[in-house]
């Protein structure tokens, strides 16, 4: 059984940043990063595998985010620099038990509770 817990979330002005996180209980193989404003489909922004070696990043955050972890804590991290208001949104944390490229939601079996992150022009 995987268990996700994520904070980090808040409001900031366009231009800043935003670091959230994920403690991950469990085995997982893929966590990710997904999500969801009003009245739009769930997002994939990033995944990564639990063991490191491969990255996957949207194409409307790329360079702009990173997806990093530290083993130690057994924690995932989504960095956020030059945020726009368009990334305004609840962020979820999600993890499957498979090592793959998953780019879907419904991939995911296992979710955090989510985190608002707020950005301001």
């Known amino acids: 059984q995987v268990q996700l817990v994520e904070s980090g979330g808040g409001s900031v002005q366009a231009g800043g940043s935003l670091k959230l996180s994920c403690v991950v209980s469990g085995n997982p193989g893929t966590l990710a990063w997904f999500r969801q404003a009003p009245g739009k489909e769930r997002e994939g922004v990033a995944n990564i595998w639990r063991g490191g070696g491969r990255e996957f990043y949207a194409d409307s955050v790329k360079g702009r985010f990173a997806i990093s972890q530290d083993y130690i804590k057994n924690t995932m991290y989504l960095d956020m620099n030059s945020l726009k208001p368009e990334d305004t949104a609840i962020y979820y944390c999600?993890?499957?038990?498979?090592?793959?490229?998953?780019?879907?939601?419904?991939?995911?079996?296992?979710w955090g509770q989510g985190t608002q992150v707020t950005v301001s022009s």
């Open positions: 999600a993890a499957s038990p498979e090592y793959e490229d998953y780019r879907a939601a419904s991939e995911y079996p296992y």
